[in-house]
Nanobody, 124 residues
Protein backbone atom coordinates (compact mmCIF):
# COMPACT_ATOMS: atom_id res chain seq x y z
CA UNK A 1 0.00 0.00 0.00
CA UNK A 2 3.00 2.28 0.22
CA UNK A 3 3.43 4.69 -2.62
CA UNK A 4 6.89 5.98 -3.40
CA UNK A 5 7.52 8.87 -5.72
CA UNK A 6 10.99 9.97 -6.70
CA UNK A 7 11.94 13.42 -7.84
CA UNK A 8 15.01 15.55 -8.33
CA UNK A 9 16.65 13.72 -11.17
CA UNK A 10 18.05 15.44 -14.18
CA UNK A 11 21.26 16.43 -15.85
CA UNK A 12 24.25 17.28 -13.71
CA UNK A 13 27.86 17.92 -14.54
CA UNK A 14 30.55 15.65 -13.19
CA UNK A 15 31.83 17.02 -9.92
CA UNK A 16 28.62 18.87 -9.18
CA UNK A 17 25.85 17.82 -6.87
CA UNK A 18 22.29 16.64 -7.01
CA UNK A 19 19.70 15.67 -4.44
CA UNK A 20 17.06 13.08 -5.10
CA UNK A 21 13.90 12.89 -3.05
CA UNK A 22 11.50 10.05 -2.41
CA UNK A 23 8.17 10.86 -0.85
CA UNK A 24 6.37 7.98 0.84
CA UNK A 25 2.70 7.69 1.66
CA UNK A 26 0.17 5.06 2.64
CA UNK A 27 1.54 3.65 5.88
CA UNK A 28 3.61 4.25 8.96
CA UNK A 29 7.30 3.50 9.08
CA UNK A 30 7.93 2.14 12.54
CA UNK A 31 9.49 -1.05 11.18
CA UNK A 32 10.34 0.04 7.69
CA UNK A 33 13.54 0.37 5.78
CA UNK A 34 14.15 2.35 2.65
CA UNK A 35 16.84 2.35 0.07
CA UNK A 36 18.01 3.72 -3.21
CA UNK A 37 18.79 1.50 -6.14
CA UNK A 38 19.91 2.41 -9.60
CA UNK A 39 19.89 0.80 -12.98
CA UNK A 40 22.15 1.93 -15.76
CA UNK A 41 21.34 1.18 -19.36
CA UNK A 42 22.09 -2.42 -20.13
CA UNK A 43 22.95 -3.28 -16.53
CA UNK A 44 21.26 -4.91 -13.59
CA UNK A 45 19.61 -2.87 -10.91
CA UNK A 46 22.03 -2.35 -8.04
CA UNK A 47 21.87 -1.21 -4.46
CA UNK A 48 23.12 2.28 -3.71
CA UNK A 49 22.23 3.17 -0.13
CA UNK A 50 19.77 2.23 2.56
CA UNK A 51 18.54 3.36 5.96
CA UNK A 52 16.00 2.30 8.55
CA UNK A 53 13.17 4.74 9.01
CA UNK A 54 13.83 4.66 12.74
CA UNK A 55 17.41 5.72 12.19
CA UNK A 56 20.76 4.11 12.75
CA UNK A 57 23.75 3.75 10.51
CA UNK A 58 23.17 3.96 6.81
CA UNK A 59 24.45 1.33 4.42
CA UNK A 60 26.23 2.22 1.21
CA UNK A 61 27.53 0.47 -1.82
CA UNK A 62 31.30 0.67 -2.07
CA UNK A 63 31.00 2.57 -5.33
CA UNK A 64 29.33 5.56 -3.67
CA UNK A 65 30.86 5.65 -0.20
CA UNK A 66 32.18 9.08 0.60
CA UNK A 67 30.23 10.68 -2.22
CA UNK A 68 26.56 9.89 -1.68
CA UNK A 69 24.58 10.32 1.51
CA UNK A 70 21.16 8.95 2.33
CA UNK A 71 19.02 10.93 4.72
CA UNK A 72 15.49 10.94 6.03
CA UNK A 73 12.96 13.54 7.05
CA UNK A 74 10.38 11.86 9.24
CA UNK A 75 8.09 14.87 9.30
CA UNK A 76 7.80 14.80 5.52
CA UNK A 77 7.89 11.01 5.10
CA UNK A 78 10.71 11.56 2.70
CA UNK A 79 14.16 10.18 2.12
CA UNK A 80 16.88 11.78 0.11
CA UNK A 81 19.97 10.83 -1.75
CA UNK A 82 22.55 13.57 -1.73
CA UNK A 83 24.84 12.95 -4.64
CA UNK A 84 28.15 14.75 -4.34
CA UNK A 85 30.91 14.48 -6.89
CA UNK A 86 28.78 12.48 -9.30
CA UNK A 87 30.59 10.74 -12.09
CA UNK A 88 29.46 9.70 -15.55
CA UNK A 89 29.30 6.10 -14.35
CA UNK A 90 26.62 7.20 -11.88
CA UNK A 91 24.27 7.80 -14.80
CA UNK A 92 21.23 5.62 -14.27
CA UNK A 93 17.59 5.53 -13.38
CA UNK A 94 17.43 5.84 -9.62
CA UNK A 95 14.70 4.01 -7.77
CA UNK A 96 13.38 4.42 -4.29
CA UNK A 97 12.54 1.18 -2.52
CA UNK A 98 10.92 0.25 0.76
CA UNK A 99 10.21 -2.84 2.81
CA UNK A 100 9.84 -4.25 6.27
CA UNK A 101 12.90 -4.96 8.37
CA UNK A 102 14.67 -8.13 7.48
CA UNK A 103 16.47 -9.46 4.49
CA UNK A 104 19.68 -8.36 2.89
CA UNK A 105 19.98 -4.65 2.18
CA UNK A 106 21.32 -5.19 -1.31
CA UNK A 107 18.74 -7.67 -2.55
CA UNK A 108 15.83 -6.43 -4.60
CA UNK A 109 13.64 -9.11 -3.05
CA UNK A 110 14.01 -7.44 0.35
CA UNK A 111 11.77 -4.63 -0.81
CA UNK A 112 8.07 -4.67 -1.55
CA UNK A 113 7.54 -1.08 -2.59
CA UNK A 114 9.15 0.67 -5.51
CA UNK A 115 8.94 4.06 -7.08
CA UNK A 116 8.83 4.66 -10.79
CA UNK A 117 12.38 5.94 -10.93
CA UNK A 118 14.01 9.20 -11.81
CA UNK A 119 16.67 9.62 -14.45
CA UNK A 120 20.06 10.96 -13.45
CA UNK A 121 22.50 11.81 -16.18
CA UNK A 122 26.02 12.88 -15.34
CA UNK A 123 28.00 14.54 -18.06
CA UNK A 124 31.61 15.66 -18.23
Amino acid sequence: QVQLVESGGGLVQAGGSLRLSCAASGRTFSSYKMAWFRQAAGKEREFVAGVRWSGGSAVYADSVKGRFTIARDNAKNTIYLQMNDPKPEDTAVYYCAGGMYGGDWVLLTSYNDWGQGTQVTVSS
